[in-house]
């Protein structure tokens, strides 16, 4: 640890230090931290200095704690925590806009720049989001996919801010449930799921306008399948559609 900076409190120091790391990488998002004593035999601590210093992390959405479990990482930076706090105040249309740019130019950016692992990432989670066999299990599938693609696009920066604003999970409320029937609703909305292989068959080809086209035919699609209220309208891929 750098050099104890006399004017700054010790937790503020160290909870800079656990930032720096998540940060870089080294403590991973869904990644456990070091114990507690750990940390603080590591640091040369006390641990009530370390404690106030993970609070005040967990406090600012980058940690969390959970009892018999551990501390673990919930995002990278401060970025998507703060994001996350708006949504309630922020209009739905608003949320979507920003969401369908995020999702178009990170699929662009994820065929320009995906490597082997991150495309075999993206097409491992479109397998289990068709293997599912139950609403919550097709949910958690269709979060990682998109996340996948983001993570896909080398700019942790635009996958963090696709974090922060939700990504498609508002989306998807009205399919989580484990009262959903599933293959109904697979029934009526097949072209959602033909708009992901497209999207995932573009990023694998090389191909960012494909890919752009259909990550936001894709978006377009699933809000208005879910009748989410920030359904996006009259966009470029829609315009498209009308033209052919």
Known sequence: M??????????????DELRRRIAEGEYAVGALLPTEAELAAE??????????????????GLLGAR????????????????LARRLDHDRAEDVAEVRLLLEREGARLAALRAGEPER?????ALAA??????????????????RAVQDASGNALLAELYRGVGGNEQALAPLSGPEVDLAAQRAA????DD???????????????????????????AHEQTGFPGAVTGTA????????
Do not use: K
């Open 2 to 15: 750098p050099g104890i900076t006399p004017n700054i409190p010790l937790s503020a120091q160290l909870a």
């Open 43 to 60: 640091f040369e601590v006390s641990r009530n200095s370390l404690r106030e210093a993970i609070r005040s992390l967990v406090h600012a």
């Open 67 to 82: 009892a018999g479990y551990g501390t673990f990482v919930v995002a990278a930076s401060d970025v998507a925590p703060a």
């Open 120 to 124: 075999r990432a993206i097409l491992e």
């Open 129 to 146: 989001r068709a293997a599912a066999e139950t609403a919550p299990e097709y949910a958690a599938a269709d979060v990682r996919f998109h």
């Open 189 to 192: 909305f097949g072209h959602v």
């Open 195 to 221: 708009a992901h292989a497209e999207l995932a068959e573009a990023i694998v080809a090389r191909d960012p306008d494909a890919a752009a086209e259909a990550a936001e035919r894709m978006v377009r699609l």
């Open 237 to 244: 891929a829609s315009d498209a559609e009308a033209a052919r």
